[in-house]
């Protein structure tokens, strides 16, 4: 059963339309013979086909969709390698912030380090005159080895092959039982941090003079301890470089 509905502001009444569609005669209980095939119409419920689907592309609209599809490849193509070098150059910039970082707190840690020699070389006095005794000796100890902790490496030793680099020689002699030039006094020490030399030690060289036996050099220390920092050094030289400086 269907109904007309025709417009509310018509005013006219709804015209009912019944089509008795069952297949068994309710009146004689004979069956109905099947109605003729009637082509479907599209109705007002039925959605109309979309303009783009009306059926198989033309060999030029075919041409066409390949040619955008291609454009959009490209496209697709030049943002990946845009986005890979912008992740590139981000790596890039996050290891060079990390390593400038490190370069300023290793500069920081150098920096205070270096303030900090002067009262290294008067621990060092008050040592070699016997005075590094009681409270004072365990606050030096303590000072020590926070400076060894956090990078702080003592050299200028007798013995030591003369190093230019870290050396800065003001005394010279010659004698047979070096094998070169060695340093055979410590006027006033030394100091790295890492790679890098706060301070250069004052020292004095002999160098071989050839015509007697020449004798190994002593072995040095693995490794500088609070005991190496405060190894005698020259003092009334010493004294007077430190003076100088």
Known sequence: MTSDRPDANSGEEPRVVVRDRRRIDPETGQVRPAPDFEPRTQTEHEPAAPAGAAGPAEPGQEAELRAQEAELKAQLDERTADLQRL??????????????????????KASVAQELLSVLDDIERAHQHGDLTGAFKAVADKLVATLERVGL????????????????????DTSPDVPGPTVTAVLRRGYRFGDRIVRAALVGVTDHEPGGPVEPPPAQPDEPGASDWFAPVEDAQGDRANDQI
Do not use: W
């Open 87 to 108: 992740q590139a150059e981000y790596a890039n910039y996050r290891k060079r912030i990390d390593r400038d970082r490190e370069v300023v707190v290793t500069t920081a």
């Open 153 to 172: 490496e003592s050299f200028g030793h007798d013995g030591e092959p003369f190093d230019p680099s870290v050396h800065e020689a003001v005394q010279h």
